[in-house]
């Protein structure tokens, strides 16, 4: 399952959530072969997610998905069509948008190294691997852009990069060459690289282009080869902390990481900005999918103004408390 999955370029995310789902399926089962097993079983397997542990749509397609993959491309039979698989309910929830003040407030509560992630995520649009991910050549302050490598579905793209967070990471990239031109004068200063370029470039591991824009404090150690490197900040040290800063900051909005990249989109738009120069922005494969973020310029009820602000003002009594 791996080899198919790596032969035909998936992410790890994407190779490490498939073969969970096939490990599922196999254990739902009594631990039988895919390979004797069919269209019953899966049916029964998704149809369990749906009614049992009432997961989302999204998470019974992504199981689906795996489990196609698994039929197709490794046990190379296909199951036909799934009759009576009884699909979740798929919700049609209105993302969590932060005002500019609560972007603010949640700001003012970082500092360092995770202020400028956050800034990024609200500021360039970024997913946060995708921040997470980026690399010293993927940076160009002289155009004031961003280039997301490999982002979601496999696409590379250009994004802004903000005035307010360019000095404040022309800063924090000399402070990362000074520790990676310590970690070179020590022997490491190695980093992984994507498919075969180390191959293809056997320097490249220790250039300075190819290196982390946000790299970890501890280096890491290759269990094959011995050799150390520095892996990119971990996405969990990120999300607790912004996390923290939202209930800092007072905020009763459930928001995380992710509502920097809406709130980035919903406010272009009610800059006014086109919606499609936004869809590129973000990297979405669909216009629909950008079309989410108008619902906050369908202010108090779509717009409509209440037939109660058109009546006189009442005169302000004390009002009294019940007894």
Not at 198 to 214: E, G, I, M, N, S
């Amino acid at each position: 399952m791996r080899t198919a999955l790596r032969a035909r370029h998936y992410s790890r995310r994407t190779e490490q959530a498939y073969c969970l789902w096939v490990r599922r399926f196999i254990r739902f089962h009594g631990r039988r072969h895919p390979a004797q097993m069919g269209e019953p079983e899966v049916n029964a397997f998704l149809t369990s997610l749906a009614t049992d542990e009432h997961v989302s749509a999204s998470t019974q397609t992504q199981a689906l998905s795996a489990l196609l993959f698994l039929y197709r491309n490794v046990i190379h039979r296909d199951i036909g069509a799934l009759h009576g698989l009884v699909r979740a309910r798929k919700d049609r929830r209105l993302p969590v948008v932060l005002t500019r003040d609560e972007v603010q407030r949640v700001l003012d509560q970082l500092d360092g190294d995770l202020w400028l992630v956050a800034s990024l995520l609200y500021g360039s649009g970024l997913r946060l691997m995708e921040c997470l991910r980026l690399r010293i050549q993927d940076v160009d302050f002289s155009r004031g852009e961003v280039t997301v490598r490999d982002g979601k579905g496999g696409k590379d793209r250009v994004t802004m990069l903000p005035d307010a967070s360019a000095a404040p990471l022309r800063r924090h990239l000399a402070r990362v060459k000074e520790l990676h031109a310590r970690d070179l004068a020590a022997g490491w200063g190695r980093v992984r690289l994507p498919d075969a370029v180390d191959r293809k470039y056997p320097h490249a591991a220790t250039d300075w282009r190819w290196q982390w824009v946000f790299p970890q404090r501890r280096r890491w150690r290759d269990p094959v080869t011995g050799e150390q490197g520095r892996h990119h900040v971990h996405e969990t040290v990120v999300q607790r902390a912004v996390g923290e800063a939202v209930r800092r900051a007072g905020l009763t909005k459930r928001a995380s990481c992710h509502t920097l990249r809406h709130s980035f989109a919903t406010h272009l738009l009610e800059a006014g900005y086109d919606i499609r120069t936004i869809q590129e922005l973000l990297g979405h494969k669909d216009v629909r999918t950008t079309m989410i973020y108008t619902h906050v310029l369908n202010r108090g009820g779509r717009g409509v103004r209440s037939p109660i602000d058109a009546l006189a003002p009442r005169h302000t009594e004390t009002a009294q408390s019940p007894s």
